[in-house]
C-alpha cells in the first residue's frame, strides 16, 4: 500500500456508459472517507449522441486529497476509459506518464474506426508513455452477472460498475457506501441491483486478486473543521439557499421558471419541498415564468425566476419592469456558454455585462455571484435579503461549473443563518389633499430609499403600480419631465446605496508590498486562489481578492485597486469585469480570458501572474512559469 | 381579512381618482362602467380585487379601478395573473386585455392559463384595430383590412377568439359587447362566479382607428335580427319574436333557419355545459365576421378544478405526510458525515 497525498481521475465512456453515476459514485466514497474533494463532470449537450463516436462521449472529473484543495485538477492523472472514443477525446489532457485503465473489450475494430482510429492505439505505440492497464471489464462483468440470469447484453450495462470497483479498490475507497447506494438507488428492480452489486464487487475483487497493478493507494481524510459535512452540487446548494432564505424571511417562495440546462435541477429540486409551503410552476416560456414570479411577489411572495443563456435574454423586459415596479424578485442565471444556443452543458462566465446592462432603459439592477458550489446556499440567502429589503430585482449569476460541480460542505448551524425577515405596509402612509388618510406606494425609505410593499388584501392601501413613469411618492402615473429625472436618480441611488450594506472586499497581502493584485469573481475563485498560492510558493509577492457583490462594487473596491499598479481578473469570457473596473475606477485591468467551457487551469493563473510580475519588473513576459512540481501543490 | 361584513359599496367607491384617458366615444368607457356599476352588486371587498393588464388602450383599465392593480408589459398579463392567483387564492384577479395584448404578442400566456384553468377573469376588449400605436390591423382584423401598415389589405387570416379560447381547452367562454351595459353586467358576473378561468370578448368599438366596426350587429337597429342571445336550455333564436332559429344539418352544420320552415323541436338547444366542446366550437363559427348574425352570451361554462386549488392541494398533501418544512433536515437529508 503506498500513501499519495492527492490524486485526479476522469472517468470518461459513452454517454450511455453511466460516467457520471460512476463519477459520482468515487466522489461520495471519498467524501465520506473524509478526502478533500472537487469535481468537474463534462457531458455532451445530446441526451445519446451516437453510441461510440467522440460527440457522445460524456466524462467525470473527481480531484481528492488530503489536504484543502479549490480545484478539480488541471488534468487526470488517472483516467479511466469504457471505449476507444473516450480514449481519444481525453488522452490529449493525461500528462506523460499518467494511468490509463481500459475497458479492452470495447476496442474492436469498429469501435476504432467509430473512434477515428486507423490503428489500435494500444498496439501502435501511441500509448507508449502512459501507464496503460488493459482489463476486459465486458466479458468480466458478464461473468460476474450470471448468477442473476441476466442476459448478457443487459448484464453488459454494469460494467460501469465494475471499473468503479476497480477504482475503489485502487484508491481503498470503502465499499459499503456504494453498495448501500445501489441497493437504495435501484431498490425496485432486485435483478439490476444484484448485477450491479456483484459486477462492482467482481471489479473490487479484480483489483486485488489480478496483480495488474503494482500497488493499491491511500489518501488520507484532510483536516477538515469540526462539523457535520455532506457533499453538494451548486445547484443543490443554490436550491437549498433559496429554501433557506424563505424561512428565513419567513416569505413564501413561488418559483417560476422554464426547463433549460444547467439551470433544470434547481426547479426539480424545489418542486420536492412543498411540505415548505414551496410553489412552483413550469410555465409556458422564460418569459411567462418570470411573470409569474413578478406577479406572486406583487402579491407578497418571494418571486423567483431560475435560467440560463439565453433565458436570460427572453427574460430582460420582466426585470425592467420589476426595477420600475420597484418589487422584490430574485433572478438566477447559471451561466453556460453563448452566444445563442452556443455551449449547454459548458460553462463560462459571460453573462456579467448582461446582467449589468441588459435592459433598455436606465434600469439598475443588483448582482451577486457565487464563488463556489457550496456557496451557492450562502449567495442565494444574500440576493434575497437585497431583493426585499431593496425591493428590487436582483440578478445572482452561478454557472455551469458550479451547478454541476460538487465539494465537501460543512453545514451551518441553522441558529447562525442571518435574519432577512421583511416588513409589509399595513397603514396609510399620508393624506390626501382633504386630509383623509391616503397611500403612497413610492414613498420611500428615507435611507434604503426603498418603496413599501403593501400587497393585496390590505384594507385602505389600494393603489395601481406599472412600467409607466411613476411620479415620486404618489405613485401615479407622471409625464412630467423632472419628476422623470428624480426617477431616474433615486432608481439608481437606491441601487448604489447598498454598498453601505454589503461587506467590504478583503484584500490578502500577507506582505503588504504586493505589485500584482488577482482580482477574480464567480467560480473563477478557486483557480485565482490556487493560482496565487503556487506564485507564493516560488517567492513571490501578489495579492488576492474577489468579487461576490458586483453591483454596486463593495465600496473599498476602489482604494484597493488603486494600491497596486497591476491587477489580473482571470475570467471566462473575453474581459467583462475588467471593462466594469476600468471604467468605475480607471485602473489598469488586464483579463486573463478563457472561453474553452471549462474551468481555469491553475497552471495558467499562475503563468499569467508571473508574466504581469516580470511586466511590472520590466523584464519580457517569456520565461515559463515554475511547474507546479516546483511551485508546490495547489 | 376579518369576520366584518363586506361594507356596502356603490360605483364611485370602485372609481380611482384618476382622470380617464380615453379617447371621447371609446367603447372602453361603457365596459368600464359596467364593470364599476357591477362590482357594488357582488359583495365583494376593494382590498381583495385585483386588475392586471399588459400594454394597449384597454390595459389602461387598471389605473382607473379603486382597487389593486397593475399595469404590466405587453401581452404578459395572463402570467403575472398567474403567479398572482397561485400564491393569493382568496383574492379577485382580473385581467383585462385587448385583441393586440391577448392573441398576437401574448397569445402563448393566454392559451397556457385558459389550459391550466387558473382562477382569473378575462375581459378580452376586442376592437379589431391597433389602437394606442395608431391604427395597424390586428390579428382579428378581417383579411384586406387597409391600414397604416398594410396599403394594400392585410394579408392574415384573423383569429375568432372564442374559437381559440376553446381550442384552449377554456372551461367558461362568453361574449358581449360595448352597446350593451345590461348584457355586459349580466355576462361579467357569470364570469366572476366561475372558479377558474373565466373568457370573455367584449365587442369594442375603437371610433377613431376602426369606428362602426361591429355597428351591422350591435347597432340599436341591427341588434335584434343580428345578435343570437345564447341561453342555457333553450332553443337557440332570433330575430322579432325568435322568427328564425338555429338547426344542425346532416353533415353536422349549424345553419340559421326560419323557425316556421323547419318546425321548433329541430332547433339546436344550447348547452353551456356540455364537456364535449364542438358544439360550442361550432357557435362560434356560425358568424364569419360582425355582419352576420352572431352569438353573443355564454358559449361554454363546465366545471374543472382550477390550477391555483390543485397546486393547494398537493402542498397541503405534502405537510400531511411529512409536516412542515424543517430546514435542518433538509440539509441533512443526503450522506453526511461527521468531522470531530
Not at chain 1, 98 to 105: A, F, H, K, L, P
Not at chain 2, 238 to 244: E, P, Q, T
Amino acid at each position: 500500500m503506498e500513501t499519495i497525498d492527492q490524486v485526479v481521475i476522469r472517468f470518461a465512456g459513452d454517454s450511455g456508459d453511466g460516467m457520471q453515476v460512476t463519477g459520482d459514485q468515487f466522489t461520495n466514497e471519498s467524501a465520506i472517507l473524509g478526502n478533500d474533494l472537487s469535481t468537474l463532470p463534462n457531458f455532451p449537450a445530446e441526451i445519446r449522441a451516437p453510441a461510440g463516436t467522440l460527440a457522445g462521449v460524456s466524462a467525470f472529473q473527481v480531484h481528492i486529497s488530503d489536504h484543502d484543495i479549490l480545484t478539480p485538477g488541471d488534468a487526470p492523472n488517472v483516467l479511466v476509459v469504457m471505449n476507444p472514443a473516450a480514449l481519444r477525446a481525453n488522452i490529449a489532457d493525461v500528462p506523460v506518464g499518467g494511468t490509463i485503465v481500459v475497458n479492452s473489450d470495447a476496442f474492436d475494430d469498429r469501435a476504432l474506426e467509430k473512434a477515428g482510429y486507423s490503428s489500435d492505439p494500444r498496439s501502435d505505440g501511441s500509448l507508449s508513455q502512459y501507464r496503460v492497464y488493459e482489463i476486459p471489464m465486458t466479458a468480466l462483468t458478464q461473468e460476474a452477472c450470471k448468477p442473476t440470469g441476466a442476459k448478457p447484453r443487459d448484464a453488459e450495462r454494469s460494467k460501469n460498475f465494475f471499473a468503479l470497483g476497480v477504482v475503489s479498490w485502487l484508491y481503498t475507497r470503502p465499499t459499503e457506501v456504494t453498495e448501500r447506494w445501489i441497493a437504495e438507488r435501484y431498490g425496485s428492480n432486485s435483478v439490476v441491483v444484484e448485477a450491479n452489486t456483484l459486477a462492482f464487487r467482481a471489479g473490487y475483487n479484480f483489483g486485488e486478486t489480478a496483480e495488474l497493478f503494482e500497488s493499491a493507494y491511500q489518501i488520507a481524510p484532510a483536516e477538515h473543521a469540526p462539523g457535520t459535512y455532506t457533499n453538494v452540487t451548486g445547484n443543490m446548494a443554490l436550491a437549498w439557499g433559496l429554501v433557506a432564505a424563505s424561512q428565513l424571511a419567513k416569505v413564501p417562495v413561488f418559483l417560476g421558471s422554464y426547463p433549460i440546462t444547467p439551470a433544470s435541477d434547481i426547479l426539480h429540486e424545489l418542486s420536492k419541498y412543498k411540505n415548505f409551503g414551496i410553489r412552483t410552476l413550469q410555465a409556458e416560456d422564460e418569459i411567462a415564468g418570470i411573470g409569474a414570479a413578478l406577479g406572486a411577489a406583487f402579491g407578497g411572495a418571494l418571486g423567483i425566476s431560475t435560467t440560463s443563456g439565453p433565458g436570460l435574454d427572453l427574460k430582460s423586459e420582466t426585470i425592467g419592469l420589476a426595477v420600475s415596479l420597484e418589487l422584490p424578485l430574485l433572478i438566477v442565471d447559471v451561466q453556460r456558454g453563448g452566444p445563442s444556443t452556443g455551449l449547454p452543458t459548458k460553462t463560462e462566465q459571460s453573462d456579467l455585462l448582461h446582467a449589468m446592462f441588459g435592459r433598455h432603459g436606465e434600469a439598475p439592477v443588483p448582482i451577486v455571484a457565487a464563488m463556489t458550489p457550496s456557496h451557492c446556499f450562502d449567495v442565494a440567502i444574500e440576493a434575497v435579503r437585497i431583493a426585499l429589503k431593496y425591493r428590487t430585482p436582483v440578478i445572482l449569476l452561478s454557472d455551469g461549473y458550479l451547478a454541476n460541480g460538487s465539494e465537501p460542505w460543512r453545514l451551518p448551524a441553522i441558529e447562525d443563518l442571518p435574519d432577512i425577515s421583511t416588513t409589509f405596509a399595513t397603514e396609510p402612509n399620508a393624506e390626501s389633499d382633504s386630509g383623509e388618510p391616503a397611500f403612497w406606494p413610492y414613498l420611500r425609505d428615507p435611507v434604503t430609499l426603498a418603496r413599501p410593499w403593501a400587497v393585496p388584501g390590505t384594507p385602505g392601501l389600494e393603489h395601481r403600480i406599472g412600467g409607466l413613469e411613476k411620479a415620486d411618492g404618489t405613485g401615479n402615473v407622471s409625464y412630467d419631465p423632472v419628476n422623470h429625472e428624480t426617477m431616474m436618480h433615486l432608481r439608481a441611488a437606491k441601487i448604489a446605496g447598498i454598498a453601505k450594506d454589503i461587506p467590504l472586499v478583503e484584500c490578502d497581502d500577507p506582505t503588504g508590498d504586493a505589485t500584482v493584485l488577482v482580482l477574480s469573481w464567480g467560480s473563477t475563485y478557486a483557480a485565482a486562489l490556487a493560482g496565487v498560492k503556487r506564485v507564493r510558493k516560488t517567492g513571490e509577492r501578489v495579492a488576492q481578492a474577489h468579487l461576490v457583490h458586483l453591483n454596486p462594487f463593495p465600496s473599498n473596491l476602489g482604494d484597493v485597486l488603486r494600491r497596486y499598479p497591476k491587477v489580473l481578473i482571470p475570467e471566462a469570457n473575453l474581459g467583462q469585469l475588467s471593462k466594469l473596473v476600468r471604467a468605475e475606477f480607471l485602473v489598469d485591468a488586464r483579463s486573463l480570458t478563457n472561453v474553452r467551457g471549462e474551468p481555469f487551469h491553475v497552471a495558467e493563473v499562475q503563468q499569467a501572474i508571473h508574466d504581469l510580475l516580470d511586466e511590472v519588473r520590466g523584464k519580457a513576459a517569456s520565461e515559463p512559469a515554475p511547474s507546479a512540481e516546483e511551485a508546490g501543490r495547489s | 381579512m376579518t369576520d366584518v361584513a363586506v361594507p356596502v359599496t356603490a360605483r364611485k367607491d370602485w372609481m380611482s381618482d384618476q382622470d380617464v384617458r380615453w379617447c371621447p366615444g371609446c367603447g372602453d368607457y361603457s365596459i368600464l362602467a359596467a364593470v364599476q356599476f357591477l362590482l357594488p352588486e357582488l359583495g365583494i371587498r376593494r382590498e381583495n380585487t385585483v386588475f392586471i393588464s399588459g400594454i394597449g388602450c384597454a390595459a389602461r383599465f387598471p389605473y382607473y379601478m379603486n382597487t389593486y392593480g397593475m399595469h404590466s408589459i405587453h401581452g404578459r398579463a395572463p402570467a403575472v395573473a398567474t403567479g398572482l392567483a397561485v400564491t393569493r387564492p382568496d383574492l379577485d384577479v382580473w385581467v383585462v386585455t385587448g385583441d393586440g395584448d391577448a392573441l398576437s404578442i401574448g397569445g402563448n400566456h393566454l392559451m397556457h392559463c385558459l389550459r391550466r384553468n387558473v382562477n382569473l377573469t378575462i375581459l378580452l376588449f376586442n376592437n379589431q384595430i391597433y389602437g394606442l400605436t395608431k391604427g395597424q390591423y390586428s390579428p382579428t382584423s378581417e383579411v384586406g383590412k387597409v391600414t397604416k401598415s398594410t396599403p394594400f389589405g392585410s394579408l392574415d387570416t384573423p383569429f375568432n377568439p372564442i374559437s381559440l379560447a376553446l381550442g384552449a381547452e377554456a372551461t367558461f367562454v362568453a361574449r358581449t359587447h360595448d352597446m350593451d351595459r345590461k348584457h355586459m353586467m349580466e355576462v361579467f358576473r357569470r364570469a366572476h362566479a366561475h372558479k377558474g378561468a373565466s373568457f370573455v370578448e367584449v365587442y369594442q368599438n375603437c371610433n377613431v382607428f376602426n369606428d362602426g366596426a361591429f355597428e351591422q350587429i350591435t347597432g340599436r337597429a341591427h341588434r335584434e335580427e343580428m345578435l343570437i342571445e345564447l341561453e342555457h336550455g333553450k332553443p337557440i333564436r332570433l330575430g322579432v319574436d325568435g322568427h328564425r332559429g338555429v338547426i344542425m344539418d346532416a353533415q353536422g352544420r349549424l345553419k340559421i333557419v326560419e323557425v316556421a320552415d323547419v318546425g321548433e323541436d329541430a332547433l339546436v338547444v344550447h348547452d353551456e355545459e356540455r364537456e364535449d366542446p364542438g358544439l360550442a366550437f361550432a357557435l362560434s363559427r356560425l358568424s364569419r365576421g360582425p355582419y352576420e348574425p352572431t352569438p353573443i352570451g355564454v358559449f361554454r361554462s363546465v366545471e374543472r378544478p382550477d390550477y391555483g386549488s390543485l397546486v393547494d392541494a398537493q402542498v397541503l398533501a405534502a405537510q400531511a405526510r411529512r409536516g412542515p418544512g424543517d430546514l435542518e433536515l433538509l440539509l441533512k437529508s443526503g450522506t453526511t458525515w461527521t468531522v470531530g
